[in-house]
C-alpha cells in the first residue's frame, strides 16, 4: 500500500504560479511513475505530467512549456511546479504513483485559475 498526500493547492490569478507536492509513504520501495493529472468541471480527467524513477517526463499537450515535473526520490515526493496558469488549468489535480501491478491516487487538490 501506498499512502499519498497533496499540497499546494489554492487561488492565483491568470499569468501567476503555483507548485504543488505529493509526498508518498507506504510501500514506497516499488513505486516506478509518479504523476499529476487533472479534472476539470464537467471533464474527464486528463494527464498534466509523470516522471519516472529515472527522470523521464512526460506532459500533457495543454501544459507543455509551463509546467514542470519533478521528483525528489530521498524525500519520496513529486513536485509540479505551474507557471503561466490560465483560467483552463482550473481543475482539481491529483497525484498518481505507479507500482508493479497497482497504481494510487491520493486525494486531489484544488487549482483555481482566475482572469
Known amino acids: 500500500q501506498v499512502q499519498l498526500v497533496e499540497s499546494g493547492g489554492g487561488l492565483v490569478q491568470a499569468g501567476g504560479s503555483l507548485r504543488l507536492s505529493c509526498s508518498a509513504s507506504g510501500s514506497i520501495s516499488s513505486i516506478n511513475v509518479m504523476g499529476w493529472y487533472r479534472q476539470a468541471p464537467g471533464k474527464q480527467r486528463e494527464l498534466v505530467a509523470t516522471i519516472t524513477n529515472g527522470g523521464t517526463t512526460n506532459y500533457g499537450d495543454s501544459v507543455k512549456g509551463r509546467f514542470t515535473i519533478s521528483r525528489d526520490n530521498a524525500k519520496n515526493t513529486v513536485y509540479l511546479q505551474m507557471n503561466s496558469l490560465k483560467p483552463e488549468d482550473t481543475a482539481v489535480y491529483y497525484c498518481?504513483?505507479?507500482?508493479?501491478?497497482?497504481?494510487?491516487w491520493g486525494q486531489g487538490t484544488k487549482v483555481t485559475v482566475s482572469s
Open positions: 498518481r504513483v505507479l507500482v508493479v501491478g497497482d497504481n494510487y
